[in-house]
C-alpha cells in the first residue's frame, strides 16, 4: 500500500467500549498528526508526533489516547467516549514536521459513539 | 495565535465558470498559507501553498491563489471550473517559525454543475 492508510473506516460504539484506531504512512515520514473533523467546524488538530515523541496536545480530552511505537505507525486508543465525540478522525504525515511542509492525509475514520 | 476565516460555506457554479473561494486569516506572527482540497469520502490533499517569494502560486490543476498581506487575505480563484472540482476547500494557515501546526478554516464546499 501507499500513503497514509486508516483502519477502521467506519466504527461504531458504546460510551462504555474500548477502541483503538490505527494510522500507517508509507512514506518514510518522521512527523504524524491527528485531527478531529466535525460538520460546521474546522479541522481541530489532537496530536503531534516527530520521531515518536509527542510534540503537541491541544488540550485533548483524556479519554483520547494517543500512542506512537515508531515513525510509521500512530494509534488513537478511544475509551468512555461522548456522543459529542462523534466525528472524522483524520491522520496525516509529514516528513520532519518543519513549518513549509506539505501534510499527507488518510481517509479518515467515521466514529459514532451511541 | 491563528485564525482563518472562511465566510462561504457552499459556492454553487456552472461547469466552465469562473470561481473565487474566499479565505482570510488573522496573525500576530509571520505565516505559510495552504490550500487543501477533500473529494468525497477521501482525505485532504494539498492544492497549493504560499511560503515566499511570487505572491502568486498556481496548482497542476488550475487554481491559483493570491497572498495579499495587507488584508490579510489568500483567495483561491479558477478561471473555469470542471464538474470534477466538485469537492471541499479548506485554507489553512502555520506560523513560519517553530514546529508546523495547521489552524484550518470551516471550509467552502463547491458545487459545479452542468
Redesign the interface.
Known amino acids: 500500500e501507499t500513503g497514509v492508510t486508516q483502519t477502521p473506516r467506519h466504527l461504531v460504539m458504546g460510551m462504555t467500549n474500548k477502541k483503538s484506531l490505527k494510522c500507517e504512512q508509507h512514506l518514510g515520514h518522521n512527523a504524524m498528526y491527528w485531527y478531529k473533523q466535525s460538520a460546521k467546524k474546522p479541522l481541530e488538530l489532537m496530536f503531534v508526533y516527530s520521531l515518536e515523541e509527542r510534540v503537541e496536545n491541544n488540550s485533548v480530552p483524556s479519554r483520547f489516547s494517543p500512542e506512537c511505537p515508531n515513525s510509521s505507525h500512530l494509534f488513537l486508543h478511544l475509551h468512555t467516549l461522548q456522543p459529542e465525540d462523534s466525528a472524522l478522525y483524520l491522520c496525516a504525515s509529514s516528513p520532519s514536521g518543519e513549518e513549509g511542509e506539505t501534510q499527507y492525509f488518510g481517509p479518515g475514520t467515521r466514529l459514532l459513539v451511541l | 495565535a491563528q485564525s482563518?476565516t472562511q465566510l462561504d460555506?457552499q459556492v454553487p457554479v456552472f461547469e466552465e465558470a469562473p470561481v473565487e473561494l474566499r479565505c482570510n486569516y488573522s496573525s500576530s506572527v509571520s505565516v505559510?498559507l495552504f490550500w487543501?482540497v477533500q473529494y468525497p469520502?477521501?482525505?485532504?490533499?494539498?492544492l497549493l501553498?504560499y511560503?515566499s517569494g511570487s505572491t502568486l502560486v498556481e496548482s497542476i490543476n488550475g487554481f491559483e491563489a493570491e497572498f495579499n498581506k495587507s488584508q490579510t487575505s489568500f483567495h483561491l480563484r479558477k478561471p473555469s471550473v470542471h464538474i470534477s472540482d466538485t469537492a471541499e476547500y479548506?485554507c489553512?494557515v502555520?506560523?513560519?517559525?517553530?514546529?508546523?501546526?495547521?489552524?484550518?478554516?470551516?471550509?467552502t464546499r463547491l458545487l459545479v454543475s452542468p
Open positions: 482563518v460555506s505559510y487543501y469520502n477521501q482525505g485532504l490533499q494539498l501553498k511560503l479548506f489553512a502555520t506560523p513560519n517559525t517553530g514546529f508546523q501546526k495547521l489552524v484550518f478554516g470551516t471550509g
